[in-house]
T-cell receptor, first 113, second 115 residues
Framework: GESVGLHLPTLSVQEGDNSIINCAYSNSASDYFIWYKQESGKGPQFIIDIRSNMDKRQGQRVTVLLNKTVKHLSLQIAATQPGDSAVYFC????????????FGSGTQLTVLP | EAQVTQNPRYLITVTGKKLTVTCSQNMNHEYMSWYRQDPGLGLRQIYYSMNVEVTDKGDVPEGYKVSRKEKRNFPLILESPSPNQTSLYFC??????????????FGPGTRLTVL
């Protein structure tokens, strides 16, 4: 079956630096991808999404890049702040699937002072 | 405020004692889903519902039941809980418009411990 995974389980960055969190997906038929942020004790919070007909999408301080050729997704956070410390999940949805999303296991981002 | 609510937030119970975790959303979303989250395994879907009276199994449905009698509510039922169902549970909902799914919104989570 399809799977979504993350290259690194943990990532530490200095406050003010840019962060890049990577994600690999295995199903080329996936048409929608989402990044979620989960803080300790809270539910996943939507950050940004991208559809398969796009390569890049920008939000406030965040950018998602999609490379369909190598089935790779990344989340870039500009000027990382202490409040960005959390677990970040990527998720993919198989086109036409009613089961919605398949999640990766997450990357723990720690922002160092 | 648009939100997904779950109750209870924390529950400690014993093996075999039936329990229900409620989920409610006020966004008029058609789609609702239950996930469990375990260390190293990420979020795994238990059951989902595409609309009232329509439910289907996700990846890990064994030991769980759901119902969707109203659009806003999607309770998760554990008829005979076992210790391997100790986990963090999330309810989520999303809009389904013109054949396309919208962003999925998550509730705050229910921490369940089965002794």
């Amino acid at each position: 079956g399809e799977s979504v995974g993350l290259h690194l389980p943990t990532l530490s960055v200095q406050e003010g630096d840019n962060s890049i969190i990577n994600c690999a997906y295995s199903n080329s038929a996936s048409d929608y991808f989402i990044w979620y942020k989960q803080e300790s004790g809270k539910g996943p919070q939507f950050i940004i999404d991208i559809r398969s007909n796009m390569d890049k999408r920008q939000g406030q301080r965040v950018t998602v890049l999609l490379n369909k050729t190598v089935k790779h997704l990344s989340l870039q956070i500009a000027a990382t702040q202490p409040g960005d410390s959390a677990v970040y999940f990527c998720a993919e949805r198989l086109s036409g699937s009613a089961r919605q999303l398949t999640f990766g296991s997450g990357t723990q981002l720690t922002v160092l002072p | 405020e648009a939100q997904v609510t779950q109750n209870p937030r924390y529950l400690i119970t014993v093996t075999g004692k039936k329990l229900t975790v409620t989920c409610s959303q006020n966004m008029n979303h058609e789609y609702m889903s239950w996930y469990r989250q375990d260390p190293g395994l990420g979020l795994r879907q238990i059951y989902y519902s595409m609309n009232v009276e329509v439910t289907d199994k996700g990846d890990v449905p064994e030991g769980y039941k759901v119902s969707r009698k109203e659009k806003r509510n999607f309770p998760l039922i554990l008829e005979s809980p076992s210790p391997n169902q100790t986990s963090l549970y999330f309810c989520a909902s999303s809009l389904y418009t013109s054949g396309r799914w919208d962003t999925q919104y998550f509730g705050p989570g229910t921490r369940l411990t089965v002794l």
